[in-house]
C-alpha cells in the first residue's frame, strides 16, 4: 500500500486531534480508504505544543514551518495555525512547492480566495477545506460535489457554535449576555478574546465561503454586512419566546432572484423551525435548491475532534488521489464565478423587524413612535408594552410587517433622537 | 473546456429528472465543475417513455441498452432502470465495456456489492450511487469521504419516505394503515404494489449499503432483519405520544462492542429526539462517530428532483475527472472490508419494548401476562389499561425494561397461545 506522507502545521486544539486521529485510527483508515498515512512531520512554534510529540509516529519536529514545506518527502501540508498571517505565507509556499494543502482557515479563504486558488491551479495542487464552515458537518463537500448541480436559493444557518452556545444559554436559563459569555469562557467555549465571534466576523468569513461554493460570487467575510449578538438582552429572547420565535446568530445567503442578500445578524426564526431546536455549541446548514429542495446539514460546529474529523476527510481525499494516480490533476481547482451575479445592497432587504425601544412611560409615546414609522412606510403588525410605571423606563416591543431596511433605519435614527427614548432602540430581523 | 458523453438507461420518474436537470442547469453546472456535460444518449424500452426527448439535446434515442452501452462516445452509463434485472446486466457490462457507472439501485448494489465492485476495480472505472440511500440527501459521499476517518458507533436513521408518510399521517391524523397507505398511492408517494416499502425491505437494502461504508461488513439487505410497519395500529401512535414517544421506521446499525446489529422495525423514540420531527416524505440519517460526534443529515428521501439532484453529483464527479485526467484510476474503488466485526444475534439484542395486548377484560389477565413475562426475565417499567369492558375486547399496554430479544419473543409466544388473548400482540422496540 502506498504511504502519503503529511506535514502538520500548528497543534493547537485542532492540530493534536489530527495528530491523535492520524495514530489512532490509522490502520482503520488505511482499511477504508486504501491508502496508509504517514505523519512526516509536526511543527509548532510553541516548544510547548510540542511536548509528548511521539517520534516513532512523526520523524521530524520542528519549529520551523519552511523545514516541512521543503521537505521533499512531504506530499500534503496541513495549515491549522489559522489567522491571516504566516497561515498565508505557509500555504502559498507549500502550493508553489507543488505540495497538497488541507486548511480549516475561514479568515484566510474568506480574504484571499483568488489568489489561493489560482495558484493551485498554476501548480496543480488540491486545497482542501472541509473544516473551514460548519467543523465536523460535511457542508464544503456537499455544495461541491453532491449537490453542484443544484440552483441555490438560499444557503443559511447557525455556523458559530460560540454566539449559539451563549444564546441557548441566554433563551433557557435567562442569562445576561455577560454572564453567559463568561460561562462559556470558562467551559473553553468562548476565546479570552471574544471578539471574532461574538461580533458575528467568523460567521461572515465562513458565509463568505459558502456563498462562493453556492452563488459563484467572491465576497471576502470582512465586506459582508455583520451584526453579533452583544446589544440582544435576556428579555429579547423571553419576548421572541412569548410571540413563538427564538433568536439565533444567522449567517445568510438568499437569492431572491432581484440580487443576492449576504448577512450575519442576530433573527428571530419560528420556534417549530428545524434551526430553533439547534441548541448550544451545535451548527447547522439548511440549504435550498431547486433540485435537492430542502436539506439541513447538522452536526459539533467546532471542537477538536469534530474539525479533525473534517480535516482528516480531506487528507484522506488527496492521499486516496496521490495513490491511486501518483501525480493527480485535482478535481475543481477552479473555483468558478458567476459574472451574473448582483448583490443586493443591504438597504434594499424588505422583511419583518423585532423593535425594543426603551421609553419614559408617559402620554403620547407610543404616537410618537407609531407615526415616525407610518411616515417612513413601516407598517406595525403587533404591538406590546406589558409593563406600565408612568415616568419610568420601560420598554416597548413592536414587531412591524415587512420593510425596506433602509426606511426602517431612518425611522429608527429619527426615533432614537426624541426625548422620550432612553436607550438605543434593539432591533432584530425576522425571518418567517 | 472537455466534453463528457452521457448514456441514460430508464426514462421513468428519476430518469426524466436527471435529463431536465442537464439540459436546464447545464451551463451552470459547467461553470461550476469546469466540465460540460453531453447527454449522448437515452434508452428505455416503454417508447411512451422516450416521448418529448429533444434529439437536439441528446442524439440517440433507443429502446436497446446495448446500443447505449457499446458506444464508443459514451464515457458514463446512469442506470435508473431499478430492480436486480436488467439491471445487474446492463451495470456489469458497462463496467466490462470500460465505461463509469452511476445507479440509485439498492436493490442491486445491497444483493451483489463485491460482484460489481471487485469488476469495477478490475477495469479502473467508477460505480458511484449517492442516490442509493437518502434521495438527495448527501449521505453517501459523507460517510465515504468526509466522514471516512470515524470509527462509527451508530448509523441509523428514516430511510424510506413512504413509510414515514404513512406513519406521520397515523400520528397527526389518527388514520389506519390502510387509509393512510391509499393517501399515498393517490398521491404517488406509495407504489401501486407497496410491498417493497411498507415490509421494511427498501430500507434494509439502503442500510445494506451504509453498513458497509461505516462498518466494514457485506450484508445484503435481505439477510437485514426487517420488520415493516403494517401490523401498527393508530392507537399504537396515541399510546407512544402518551408517553413522550413517537413511532418511526428506523434502520439502524449500531455497534455496541459485542458486535454489531443491524436492523430495521417500527421503534418508539423519545417526541424531543431530532429524528421524531421528521415528517412525511423527508428523511435523515443519524451518524455518531468517535470524532465527528452526532451529525444528523436531513432532506428529500426521494422523489424526482432531489434523487436526481445526487445522480447528477456523481455524474459531474466523474465528468471532473475525466476531464481532468483523461483515463483516472478511481479512488475508493474498493470497499474494504472490515474482517473483524462480528454481527449480533437479533436474540442477544437488549433494549426495552412496547408491547400491545390485545385481551378479553376478565379477572387474572395482567397477572397471566406479568407471570410469564416475569418467568422470561421481563421486567414491567409501566402499564396501561385505560378501557375496561368486563368480557370485552380491551387492549392492554406495557412498557419493559430493557429484555432481550429472545426472552422477550419467548414470552410472547407463550403469551400469545394463552385464551383470553384476542390478536397476535404488537411488539414495537423502544430506542432511549
Known amino acids: 500500500m502506498r504511504s ?9 486544539t485542532i492540530g493534536r486531534g489530527v495528530y491523535d486521529a492520524i495514530i489512532q485510527n490509522g490502520n482503520m483508515i488505511s482499511r477504508r480508504a486504501g491508502v496508509s498515512l504517514s505523519l512526516k512531520g509536526v511543527c509548532d512554534r510553541d516548544p510547548r505544543a510540542l511536548k509528548g510529540i511521539d517520534k516513532r509516529h512523526c520523524p521530524v519536529v520542528t519549529d520551523s514551518a519552511d523545514e516541512l514545506i521543503k521537505d521533499p518527502g512531504i506530499d500534503i501540508i496541513v495549515e491549522l495555525i489559522g489567522g491571516l498571517e504566516p497561515a498565508g505565507d505557509i500555504i502559498l509556499k507549500s502550493i508553489s512547492g507543488g505540495k497538497h494543502v488541507v486548511t480549516a482557515n475561514k479568515a484566510l479563504l474568506s480574504a484571499r480566495w483568488k489568489e489561493i486558488f489560482e495558484a493551485a491551479s498554476r501548480k496543480g495542487v488540491f486545497v482542501k477545506f472541509e473544516a473551514s464552515v460548519g467543523g465536523g458537518i460535511p457542508v464544503i463537500r ?7 448541480a443544484n440552483r441555490f436559493d438560499k444557503i443559511y444557518g447557525i455556523l458559530n457554535g460560540t454566539t449559539n452556545f451563549i444564546l441557548s444559554m441566554m433563551a433557557d436559563k435567562g442569562s445576561s449576555f455577560k454572564d453567559a459569555l463568561k460561562t462559556a469562557q470558562e467551559k473553553g467555549i468562548a476565546e479570552a478574546d471574544p471578539e471574532l465571534d461574538v461580533s458575528g466576523k467568523d460567521a461572515a468569513h465562513k458565509l463568505s465561503i459558502l456563498s462562493l461554493l453556492g452563488f459563484g460570487v467572491d465576497v ?5 454586512f455583520t451584526e453579533g449578538i452583544t446589544s440582544i438582552g435576556p428579555q429579547d429572547l423571553r419576548n421572541a419566546s412569548r410571540w413563538g420565535y427564538s433568536v439565533k446568530l444567522l449567517a445568510i445567503a438568499r437569492d431572491s432572484g432581484d440580487g443576492l442578500s449576504l448577512r450575519v445578524h442576530p433573527t428571530l426564526i419560528p420556534s417549530r423551525h428545524l434551526l ?4 448550544g455549541e451545535d451548527n447547522a446548514v439548511f440549504v435550498k435548491g431547486d433540485l435537492v ?4 446539514l447538522f452536526g459539533k460546529g467546532a471542537g477538536r475532534k469534530p474539525t479533525a474529523s473534517s480535516v482528516m476527510g480531506d487528507i484522506v481525499e488527496i492521499a486516496g488521489h496521490l495513490a491511486n494516480t501518483g501525480r493527480p490533476s485535482p478535481v475543481f481547482p477552479k473555483l468558478n464565478y458567476d459574472p451574473d451575479k ?8 424588505n422583511i419583518p423587524f423585532y423593535l425594543r425601544f426603551t421609553v419614559i412611560d408617559k402620554p403620547g409615546v407610543l404616537a410618537g413612535i407609531s407615526s415616525v414609522l407610518s411616515e417612513n412606510k413601516i407598517s406595525i403588525a403587533s404591538v406590546s408594552q406589558e409593563e406600565r410605571k408612568s415616568g419610568k423606563q420601560v420598554p416597548v416591543i413592536i414587531l412591524t410587517h415587512s420593510s425596506r431596511e433602509g426606511d426602517l433605519r431612518k425611522a429608527i435614527q429619527k426615533i432614537d433622537s426624541m426625548d422620550f427614548i432612553k436607550a438605543r432602540t434593539v432591533v432584530i430581523r425576522i425571518e418567517e
Open 4 to 12: 502519503v506522507n503529511i506535514g502538520l502545521i500548528g497543534l493547537g
Open 276 to 279: 430553533s431546536g439547534v441548541k
Open 142 to 148: 456537499s455544495l461541491r460535489e453532491s449537490l453542484v
Open 293 to 296: 429542495g430542502e436539506a439541513l
Open 342 to 349: 448582483k448583490l443586493k445592497d443591504m438597504e434594499d432587504l
Open 220 to 224: 471576502p467575510g470582512d465586506s459582508i
